[in-house]
């Protein structure tokens, strides 16, 4: 083993064959963190270095590498994922595998690209799709497959994001400028977004207007809702929801503290499965672009299960179009 390898350790599983003094074909961990900085010249290329290190097939660490599980911090540079096998490894680089063999093997859902502006595009996000990767790959989020879609031509930036269960749209910038901008714009709530939502049991009331204003981790938090209509056989309600501001699962936290959560939600609420998973939408969004100072607004509204007597769906405002 070449002595410019410094192992800064295995999290997860343990160790390493390696490290542990096994053979080196030993099945390695499914699931493993391994560490390590180059203190010395190393002959060996990215690829090859961490298969000697991890005990891994270089087939496995080529496709750790292009599914985003795989970084390095230069020297004098910021700490980033990093795909091509054959990358030369100096003195002083740190590099990161986060191994799990089961995340790897999973399939990302379809996306949709709804409008693109050069600047930025709109997406409509599946339930159960990440916006951004984790350490353990990118391979199966948003940002990667709009990567994909352009075939790498185009930097991505996320200026905002949506919870995993929940799907809808979601606005990626594609340019600093464009992202500094439209992020400037979340910042001071320039940018107005809009959700649908099935409740659980029947929302009271008489206006079908509501508001819930409950500060959530120690800040104010408000939301703003409309009842479009109960279906009193499935006892869920459906609604229309805005954000006077976004703490994290603010939906889903203020709907769950007033005894109405969100059907299908796996972490708030009690006594509300879904078996299609979490019925929220991200179902509106407007603001005016800061490059081209143009008014851009899409509407992608859900097909509810709630619900309605005819005379009550007729009196619903729908709009379905991207503009």
Not at 126 to 152: E, V
Not at 190 to 210: C, M, N
Request: charged share 25%; with cysteine; net charge positive.
């Amino acid at each position: 083993m070449t002595s410019g390898r410094k192992s800064l350790g295995v999290i997860g599983a343990s160790a390493t064959p390696c490290d542990r003094g096994r053979s080196p074909r030993a099945a390695p961990p499914s699931r493993f963190v391994l560490r390590y900085s180059i203190t010395a010249e190393v002959r060996e290329n990215l690829c090859s270095d961490l298969a000697l290190r991890s005990g891994l097939a270089k087939s496995r660490i080529k496709e750790a590498l292009s599914k985003g599980a795989v970084w390095i911090k230069r020297q004098r540079g910021r700490r980033r994922r990093v795909r091509r096998a054959t990358t030369r490894l100096n003195i002083g680089d740190g590099i990161e595998l986060y191994y799990d063999a089961a995340i790897l093997k999973r399939t990302p859902p379809e996306t949709e690209c709804i409008d693109d502006q050069c600047g930025f595009s709109i997406w409509y996000k599946p339930a159960g799709m990440l916006t951004q990767g984790t350490h353990f790959g990118d391979h199966c989020s948003l940002m990667r497959a709009a990567q994909r879609a352009f075939n790498a031509r185009r930097s991505v930036f996320p200026v905002h994001r949506l919870d995993r269960e929940a799907q809808g749209l979601v606005l990626i910038a594609h340019d600093r400028p464009t992202a500094a901008g439209l992020s400037a714009l979340f910042r001071r709530r320039l940018v107005e977004k809009g959700y649908h939502a099935e409740l659980k049991g029947r929302l009271e009331d008489p206006s079908g207007f509501g508001t819930i204003a409950l500060p959530l981790d120690g800040k104010p938090a408000v939301t703003r809702f409309r009842v479009l209509h109960h279906d009193a056989e499935l006892d869920r309600t459906a609604v229309e929801i805005r954000l006077e501001t976004g703490r994290r699962h603010q939906i889903r936290r203020h709907c769950n503290a007033i005894g109405h959560p969100v059907l299908g939600d796996p972490r708030y609420g009690r006594d509300n499965p879904e078996p299609s998973g979490l019925k929220l939408w991200a179902s509106f969004l407007a603001f005016t672009c800061p490059q081209c100072r143009q008014p851009h607004v899409y509407h992608r509204a859900p097909v509810l299960a709630v619900r309605a007597d005819a005379a009550h769906i007729r009196n619903q405002h729908h709009g379905d179009n991207a503009s």
